[in-house]
Structure formats: C-alpha cells, structure tokens
Nanobody, 120 residues
Framework: QVQLVESGGGLVQAGGSLRLSCAAS????????MRWYRQAPGKQRDWVAT???????YYADSVKGRFTISMDNAKNTMSLQMNSLKPEDTAVYYC??????????????WGQGTQVTVSS
C-alpha cells in the first residue's frame, strides 16, 4: 500500500514562509504526477500546484510567484515552499499523486493533510 505523509504545517504570520513536505512510502519517481491541494474551512478542495515526473510545474494563479513545488528523489519527498503567505492561504494542505501501471491503469493517492494557518 502506497502512503503519502505530509508535514511542515503550522501557524505563521502574514508575509512569512513555510515549507511543506510529502514523504512517499515508495520511490517518488513511481508517481507520474504529484500535486498539492488545499481546503479551507467550509470550502471545496482546490488545486494548488502540480509537478510532473518530467519536471514540469504548474501553479494556481492565486499562488503563482509565491509557492514553489519541488521533488527530492533521494529522500522520496515532494515539497511546497510557500513564501509571502497571506491569511487566505489558511487551509489544510493535501499531497496527491498518481501512479500509472504498466497496464495503463491509474491509481490516485492522498495524504492525510497538514494544517497551515496564516494570521493577519
């Protein structure tokens, strides 16, 4: 069973930074695509950023220029560096990844989430 475990959340003042990590129970290169999502209280889960195995990155407009998604193959972790944080970034952040088998079937995995709170 593949597991994704997030860490690094916490309380930070507006303008501050946090670095979230997502540790995978198998090689991070097993994943075709990895993503970060977030869910604020009472709202739907929103996509934040994507990192493909080829190294392409994509960001939601709301975080572009402030957040950076990256991968550490040696540590089997994916990270989200969050700078210039705003109160509206407050949410539970989830790590997500897809593994496509050699037969073409896709399995999606989720972490349990880590809370990020940005105070004004």
């Amino acid at each position: 069973q593949v597991q994704l475990v997030e860490s690094g959340g916490g309380l930070v003042q507006a303008g501050g930074s946090l670095r979230l990590s997502c540790a995978a129970s198998r090689s991070i290169l097993s994943f075709n695509v990895m993503r970060w999502y977030r869910q604020a209280p009472g709202k739907q889960r929103d996509w934040v950023a994507t990192l493909t195995r080829a190294g392409s990155t994509y960001y939601a407009d709301s975080v572009k220029g402030r957040f950076t998604i990256s991968m550490d193959n040696a540590k089997n972790t994916m990270s989200l560096q969050m700078n210039s944080l705003k109160p509206e970034d407050t949410a539970v952040y989830y790590c997500n990844g897809d593994i496509v088998s050699r037969f073409g079937s896709k399995t999606e995995y989720w972490g349990q989430g880590t809370q990020v709170t940005v105070s004004s």
